[in-house]
């Protein structure tokens, strides 16, 4: 269902790696990993769904609106996080020289149905 709309977002982009939707409380929702690739995204969005329940916690606190985009770098790979819902968010994680800007945006292409199926 969901692992469809991921994996067209996933293997548009090169060095896509995978992807998935999952809650704040780190249940995954669906998920997708390229072909050939041996990365554990359910792990990866676990992690940082305690990150994000914290970064939103933080946003409350100090009045800034609601979060909508969480970008993290690091030296083996690139996560992109886009908000759908209060509680449920889509996670596309890429090599670090992926094209970020392309992965946003077709993130934001599948944000509307991505919605209107949660």
């Not at 067209?8 to 998920?31: F, H, P, R």
């Not at 990365?39 to 992690?47: A, H, L, P, Q």
């Not at 992109?80 to 596309?92: D, G, K, V, W």
Request: hydrophobic letters at 45%; a negative charge.
């Amino acid at each position: 269902m969901f692992a469809e709309q991921i994996q067209n977002v996933v293997d548009k982009i090169d060095g896509g790696i995978g992807g998935l939707i999952m809650g704040l409380d780190g249940i995954a929702i669906d998920q997708y990993v390229a072909g050939g690739k041996d990365f554990d995204v359910n792990t990866v969005g676990m992690e940082f769904s305690y990150i994000l329940t914290q970064v939103r916690k933080a946003g409350d606190i100090l009045e800034i609106g609601g979060m909508s985009e969480v970008v993290v770098k690091s030296e083996g790979i690139t996560l992109l996080i886009r908000m759908l819902t209060e509680e449920y968010f889509l996670a596309i994680l890429l090599e670090p020289k992926s094209n970020c800007g392309k992965t946003r945006y077709l993130m934001r292409l599948a944000e509307t149905n991505l919605r209107a199926e949660l």
